[in-house]
């Protein structure tokens, strides 16, 4: 004759086995990857704000709403540093598009 069945310990190792699957679930579902286009349309965004801080910093210089000159000079460097990485991106980008078309069928 079979011993007695406890249900609550098989209710409990069920329990337990559901919650496992359901976090190994999770763990299997893909993390969303960043899009292509969001990340470009970011950093453009960083970079306009970036020269749109500058620009006001020199307009406020030129009013004399400010005598901070280092300031300026260290936000419009930074401007022009952030344009020139954009730029370098573009190029880059424009040459692996013309490697992929010219490449054969």
Do not use: C, H
């Not at 910093?57 to 952030?82: F, H, N, P």
């Not at 990485?85 to 980008?93: D, F, G, H, M, S």
Request: charged residues 25%; proline residues 5%; neutral net charge.
């Amino acid at each position: 004759m079979l011993p007695p069945v406890d249900t609550r310990s098989v209710l409990a190792l069920r329990a337990e086995i559901l919650a496992r699957n359901a976090a190994l679930g999770q763990a299997a579902q893909p993390a969303e990857t960043p899009r292509f286009e969001t990340a470009m349309r970011d950093a453009l965004r960083s970079v306009s704000r970036v020269q749109d801080q500058a620009g006001a910093m020199s307009e406020a210089y030129e009013r004399g709403d400010t005598q901070d000159l280092a300031g300026v000079m260290i936000a419009r460097q930074k401007a022009s540093i952030a344009f020139e990485a954009t730029l370098q991106v573009r190029n880059r980008l424009l040459g692996a598009y013309k490697d992929v078309m010219s490449m054969p069928l």
